[in-house]
């Protein structure tokens, strides 16, 4: 009887063993990329679902077809506490003439602006210049409230030949001046974070990113260094300064800060707004706080891509001291963000005085003075 028992004793303990030896060994296989350790750090923390003032976000891309689909969009702006938003997928000709009027249509004309890109095709022949300036003149006339310009200009886009248009090509000079003359902003996205240029190795700041999305490495490609296309943008601002431009994304200089202010402080009429930097402000509270103190009169609330629940990081960001609290992307930022804190004077010239300033025709009524 006892060596039945000591038998049955002796069986449990070599599954228990071997079950403890396959948990750990389950444990011990996750990779970086699954790596997401809950913090069991305990602060106060303040989830803000509403921004504390009316705020215009100059940086969207926006599908909108039904009287549906502007019924979703307004509900949701109301729930942010949006009250102006920039489509700056316009387009040209009749695209964006209808791309007005289904705006007027539902209702949306003192909600929304959309912004006219340009058609890069035949870019080469001698009349592209001529016929895209009037072409861009039509396109205000119809209603547009500025150019918004793709990064694919220096990047991708090719002239008739078969080679790269840079940023600060002498046929563009005329569409920008022209922007100047109309009155209107242009809101050019060039380049993108440096870190994509950079070998994809362990240093890499953005490698889990290039890991889901390995087409966005540039180390072996061949587009122009990050530096050449910013020094081509640089040029562009400083051969146009009567006409304003919207840096998109801090020109990508959201983790230099010091070499931001050099650039705002070389072109007056440059603005810039932080759509999809944000985790670069909250890794830096305190110079980034000093940074928009600074350049309070220069800065505009942009997003990007339209997912309204991430919203909730940029408020806590601009809002809250709150610390150590997470991004919305892991592979953005691996990092934890920390609030800025701004005061309510700064928020509201970042929320929408700087953009009402150098946005044409957005309803004023809309926001306390
Ligand atoms: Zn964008």
Redesign the pocket.
């Known amino acids: 009887m006892t060596g039945l028992l000591e038998k049955l004793r002796y069986a449990r303990l070599v599954l228990t063993a071997s079950i403890g030896l396959n948990s750990l060994m389950l444990n011990a296989q996750i990779t970086i990329a699954e790596y997401n350790p809950t913090s069991t750090l305990v602060v106060p923390e303040h989830i803000i679902t509403k921004a504390k003032y009316p705020f215009i976000d100059v ?1 969207s ?1 926006q599908l909108l077809y039904t009287t549906e689909d502007f019924n979703k969009l307004k509900m949701a702006m109301d729930t942010l506490n949006m009250k102006f938003m920039v489509d ?1 997928n316009g387009g040209w000709g009749d695209k964006l003439k209808d791309k007005v009027e289904n705006v007027r249509k539902n209702g949306m004309s003192n909600r929304m602006a959309l912004f006219a890109n340009i058609d890069f095709q035949g870019f080469g022949f001698v009349q592209w210049t001529e016929y895209t300036v009037d072409q861009l003149k039509e396109d205000v006339a119809n209603g547009a409230s500025g150019l918004k310009v793709f990064r694919e200009l220096g990047m991708t886009h090719v002239d008739i030949h078969g080679n790269r248009i840079p940023i600060n090509d002498v046929r563009l000079d005329p569409v920008w001046a022209a922007c100047g003359e109309l009155g209107i902003p242009v809101l050019i ?1 060039s380049g993108a974070p440096k870190s994509f240029w950079d070998p994809m190795d362990e240093r890499n700041e953005r490698w889990l990113e290039l890991y889901k999305y390995p087409s966005r490495s540039y180390a072996n490609s061949t587009i122009p260094s990050w530096e050449q296309l910013i020094k081509e943008q640089h040029e562009v601002f400083a051969k146009h300064p009567k006409t304003t431009f919207i840096n ?1 994304h801090f020109g990508w200089h959201g983790n230099d800060l010091e070499q931001l202010s050099t650039i705002l402080k070389k072109f007056p009429k440059m603005y810039v707004e932080f ?2 930097v944000i985790a670069e402000l909250g890794r830096q509270p305190i110079t980034a706080k000093n940074f928009f103190e600074t350049f309070q009169d220069r800065i505009l609330f942009g997003k ?2 339209w997912v309204p629940s991430e919203y909730v990081t940029y408020f806590r960001t601009l809002e809250t001291t709150d610390e150590y609290f997470p991004y919305h992307k892991k592979y953005h930022a691996f990092w934890r963000m920390y609030g800025l804190g701004l005061s309510d004077e700064v928020l509201k010239k970042v929320y929408y005085k700087n953009a009402l300033k150098i946005i044409p025709d957005i309803e004023l009524s809309m926001f306390e003075k």
């Open positions: 940086h891309h700056l996205h998109a759509g999809a990007d891509s």
